[in-house]
């Protein structure tokens, strides 16, 4: 009888906690799904499993609106633009002085999770499985993927108070590791057509990977 009353209290919070968590999830979604544009400055770290000390460390500011446009600038520690006018993406180094051009379905990038926030935000229809930790600054979420054939194989994100994320973890099938840390965002900023335009510096190397695919 014990046995069975802890087994059924168990049930009890499982349950309890996963509609808890799928309550704080849709307020997110409200959030993000009732905006057009979104401006916010962003810090990027991505690791290897295999060698976690060896971190690149990248920041700037990031544009989004819908549908499905993104504007990442880095500004340091080098300029770099990774773009998505909707239909295609485009991904320039200063320092190499080179463009690559793929297409948005095609691209494995692991920036692409991001494209979330641009679309119809819906955690049920992209995630099967939800698990939670309170820490002192939010809630840490960690969500499975339903589909095996997407580019990562975890995401993790935290939830602050007025339920922003505040910061996005992309665990990569490739055993990568990359965190972006979102802070100063703007909720439906003028933004002008010509951000999420692409326009190839003068003399910089072009090259369209889409050529290379089957």
Do not use: H
């Not at 909707?86 to 991001?114: C, F, I, Q």
């Not at 099967?128 to 589909?147: C, D, F, H, I, Q």
């Not at 965002?185 to 072009?206: H, I, V, W, Y």
Request: aromatic share 12%; charged share 30%.
């Amino acid at each position: 009888m014990l046995l069975r009353l802890a087994v059924l209290l168990q049930i009890s919070i499982f349950c309890f906690a996963q509609t808890s968590i799928v309550n704080s999830l849709k307020k997110v979604e409200n959030r993000y799904n009732n905006i057009r544009t979104l401006r916010l400055d962003f810090e990027q770290t991505l690791f290897y499993a295999a060698q976690p000390s060896a971190k690149r460390k990248e920041s700037g500011v990031l544009y989004l609106r819908k549908p499905g446009k993104m504007r990442w600038e880095y500004r340091t520690p080098s300029e770099k633009l990774f773009l998505s006018d909707g239909k295609d993406v485009y991904y320039y180094s200063s320092a190499a002085n080179r463009v690559e051009k793929s297409k948005v379905k095609e691209t494995d990038d692991m920036r692409a999770p991001l494209a979330f926030l641009i679309g119809r935000l819906d955690f049920q229809r992209d995630f099967r499985e939800y698990r939670v930790r309170e820490e002192k600054e939010g809630r840490w979420v960690t969500a499975l993927p339903k589909s095996s054939k997407a580019p990562y194989r975890e995401v993790q994100f935290l939830l602050l108070s007025d339920f922003r994320i505040g910061q996005l973890r992309v665990m990569g099938q490739d055993e990568s590791v990359m965190d972006f840390y979102f802070r100063n965002e703007t909720l439906n900023p003028p933004l002008s057509d010509s951000l999420f335009q692409f326009r190839a510096p003068k003399g910089a190397e072009f090259v369209d990977v889409t050529e290379d695919r089957p």
